[in-house]
Structure formats: structure tokens, C-alpha cells
């Protein structure tokens, strides 16, 4: 057994609360937790980063209820907040329902916090049964053994939801603290919605593990809009595991901007045919910021689709890491999988490591993958001189047209453009401007 693992899971672990399936779960999660510990560069799926050697030599705490107000610091505010939406909005990790907007449901839709879903007898114990393929198995048993709260998302069968649901993290407290949420997202046949997620943080070091079961039915659709801003101290897990029945969508659009290091794995897995999914990426990061997007499509089934896109900045010391992978399964014929990474240095300090995958066991397939690197143009940069714009909006304007290909394909247009003016504060930081 890791005793690092322990000295953690001791310190941060979860009581025996709730109803007794869960407690069953837990502490086979802790145990499993336990022995694997966490994860470090001599694990294949973990060589770019190396969690252990990250959470190592410090006390981490478990973060506590935030009661007062939140002040947010100016430019690292909730991108979506004018956008007229259902709303769950937690601090520390745990829920604020003065913060939050959950009045005026449509039949059929269900949103709460875990607590109070457990309280009410909810019954789900297969999303704390996922723990995903083995690159992302040890944080979800992590995160079933430490998680204290998250959002608990339903829809019945053939529920449209209208309104965007909004899902906001603030961690407005560091001192080496650290938070872990289960969210829980059930889409039944025919039903859909489109989800807007915050997570952003301030206050120095934390630590946050966030993780989300998702169930798509058949004929399903999630639109999944994110952005990452934490605090530049901060360590970060998001986690995605997904099943995605026959004929339903997954649509995840990401924007990365925040964080010491940090980790964004999604791992989805197809149960039904003629599904699609795609988990898009954009990331910019400065200083000595890393960031591992890891991606991993299990087409298990015929006729599904798949796409990864990772596009990042790269300034100063900074470090990307894009990793993917499909797998198809012997008959899952017709399957058809795409992921490409991109990376653009704006500094020779600056690295990435890209390691794209295709394991393929059936003929009868479409599958590609493919990696770039490199700096920007200097031939466009010398054009757009030559015709008069100054130096930084001419680099501003390569960059923001390398980004577009991730946050053009953002379906839900308000999102798309809140996020793209979210980037460009980046640039202007950068350049000594406000974020």
C-alpha cells in the first residue's frame, strides 16, 4: 500500500455517511485507492504527469463549507453568467443554494446537489461503480472514496431542457486545501440539454478533483461547455466518464486557461450503435503551467463516430500534454475516429508532448490521428505587418484564428463567444493589459 495514498485518504477521506450501498462503495474505493496510490510518471497513462510527485511534501486538508461572501477577483468571473440558465453554483466543493437558481423546473428534470439526493433515497449506484478505463481508474477511486458533494443531474425520456444548466465551482480558498465533487448526469431516451461549466479559483494552492458520470440514452444530447480558470497555484483533475447509447450525442467544447498543473481526462465508452461523441480542447498556458488533456473513445459497439481536437498556446516555461486513444473492439465495424493535436510555441523554453493512440482490432473502419508543433508563421505575421497592423495585434490575430478551430465548433452561440472573449483577456495579460 501507498502511505502516501493513506496519509491522504486519512486526512481527506469520507466518514461512513449516506446510505449503506454507498458506504460499501467507498471503502472498496479506498482500498483500491490505497494500493494503487497516486499516479506517477512510471505509469504509462501518467508519464507526463506526475501527480504524486505534485501533491508530495505537502499537508492537504480537506476544504471546508465557504459561508460568506464570494468576491470574485476582476476578469476571473463566471463567463456565463449572463446567460439566462438553471443554476448550481458550489464553493470549497460544497453547494450554496443562495448562490444558486433552481426554481421554475420543467417537469420531468431533477437537479439537486448529491447530498440531498442521497437524503431523498435517489437511487444511482452505478454511477459510483464507473471507474473507467485503467488510465483514469485510480483518480475515480479517489474521487468515490473522498467526494462529498456534486450535482445530481435527470431527465426523464423525450425532456427538452430550454435552458441551459449552468454548473459553477468557485474555490475562493487556498492554504493547501483540498475539495473532491461527484457529479451525476442521467439523459434519458430522446431527452436533452446543454451544460455550461465554471471552474474557477483564487487564494493560492488547492488542490480540486472534480469528477462526472454521465448516462446518455437513446437519441440523447449534451451539449458540454467548459472552462477551466484556476488559480495559478492550483492543482486540477477533471474527470469525465460517459456511456453513450445507441443514436445519442456527446458535444464537449473546453477552454483552459488556469492552474499550476493540471489534468482534463475524459473517457467515454459507446453501448449502442450510430452514437457520436467529440471532446474538443483549447488551452493557454504561460509561466511554467501544464496542462495534460487526455482523451479515450472505447467504440465497443458498430457505426459510432468519435473526434478529439487539442489546440494549445504554449508562452514562457510551459508545458502541454495531449494524449489519446481509440480503442475498437473486433466487430465494431463501420467505427469512425478522429483526434489531432496542435501546438503553438510562443516561446523555445515552452514544450509538448503529444501521444495520439489507435488500437484497432476490427477492419472495416475509418480511424486517423495526427500531431502538429510548431511557431507562429512568420510569413502571414510579415503580411499582416506589410498592410499596417502592429506587431502584438498582428500575433494576436494568428492566434485567435489558431484557436477558432476548437471554439467555432462550440454549438451553443452565446457560450462560443464568452469563451472566445475569455481568451482574449489572456492576450491582453500577456501583454501587460487587465485579464
Known amino acids: 500500500m501507498s502511505d502516501q495514498a493513506l496519509t491522504y485518504l486519512d486526512a481527506n477521506g469520507v466518514a461512513a455517511v449516506g446510505p449503506a450501498w454507498l458506504d460499501v462503495r467507498r471503502k ?8 494503487a496510490g497516486f499516479p ?10 506526475d501527480l504524486s510527485r505534485l501533491i508530495a511534501k505537502t499537508d492537504w486538508q480537506p476544504a471546508m463549507p465557504h459561508a460568506g461572501a464570494v468576491l470574485v477577483p476582476e476578469g476571473r468571473s463566471n463567463p456565463f453568467a449572463a446567460i439566462t440558465s438553471h443554476k448550481l453554483v458550489f464553493v470549497n466543493g460544497f453547494f450554496r443554494p443562495d448562490l444558486s437558481e433552481l426554481e421554475g423546473l420543467p417537469a420531468g428534470v431533477e437537479i439537486l446537489p448529491l447530498e440531498a439526493a442521497l437524503e431523498s433515497g435517489t437511487k ?3 454511477a459510483f461503480d464507473a471507474n473507467g478505463p485503467e488510465a483514469v481508474a485510480p483518480i475515480a ?16 425520456e423525450g425532456v ?5 444548466v449552468q454548473l459553477i465551482h468557485y474555490t475562493p480558498d487556498g492554504g493547501a486545501t483540498a475539495s473532491h465533487t461527484r457529479n451525476v448526469i442521467e439523459l434519458g431516451a430522446g431527452a436533452s440539454m446543454t451544460l455550461l461549466e465554471a471552474q474557477i479559483g483564487w487564494g493560492g494552492a488547492y488542490l480540486v478533483d472534480r469528477l462526472t458520470n454521465l448516462t446518455l440514452g437513446e437519441g440523447a444530447s449534451l451539449t458540454h461547455v467548459r472552462i477551466e480558470d484556476e488559480d495559478a497555484q492550483a492543482v486540477h483533475i477533471a474527470t469525465v466518464l460517459g456511456d453513450v447509447a445507441a443514436e445519442a450525442s456527446y458535444v464537449a467544447g473546453t477552454l483552459a486557461i488556469g492552474g499550476r498543473a493540471g489534468r482534463l481526462q475524459t473517457a467515454l465508452r459507446f453501448t449502442g450503435e450510430d452514437a457520436h461523441a467529440e471532446s474538443n480542447t483549447a488551452y493557454l498556458l ?4 501544464q496542462l495534460d488533456s487526455t482523451i479515450i473513445a472505447d467504440h465497443a459497439v458498430p457505426g459510432c463516430t468519435s473526434g478529439a481536437l487539442a489546440k494549445g498556446v504554449l508562452d514562457g516555461e510551459a508545458t502541454g500534454v495531449f494524449q489519446g486513444k481509440v480503442i475498437v473492439a473486433p466487430h465494431a465495424q463501420k467505427s469512425d475516429a478522429k483526434q489531432m493535436s496542435n501546438a503553438l510555441l510562443l516561446s523555445r523554453d515552452a514544450a509538448m508532448n503529444a501521444k495520439p493512440e489507435l488500437e484497432i482490432y476490427a477492419d472495416d473502419v475509418q480511424c486517423a490521428h495526427g500531431s502538429t508543433i510548431g511557431e507562429l508563421d512568420g510569413d502571414a505575421l510579415f503580411y499582416l505587418r506589410s498592410r499596417g497592423i502592429d506587431e502584438q495585434t498582428a500575433r494576436r490575430m494568428l492566434i485567435s484564428a489558431f484557436l477558432g478551430g476548437v471554439l467555432e465548433q462550440i454549438p451553443h452561440e452565446e457560450a462560443r463567444d464568452l469563451l472566445s472573449e475569455r481568451a482574449a ?4 495579460s500577456r501583454s501587460g493589459g487587465e485579464a
Open 141 to 156: 477511486a479517489l474521487n468515490t472514496a473522498c467526494a462529498k458533494d456534486g450535482a445530481v443531474i435527470r431527465l426523464g
Open 124 to 126: 444511482f449506484e452505478t
Open 286 to 289: 504561460r509561466d511554467q503551467q
Open 425 to 428: 483577456g489572456w492576450f491582453e
Open 160 to 164: 427538452a431542457l430550454d435552458q441551459p
Open 28 to 35: 472498496a474505493a479506498r482500498a483500491s485507492f490505497a494500493d
Open 40 to 49: 506517477h510518471r512510471r505509469v504509462e497513462a501518467w508519464r507526463y504527469t
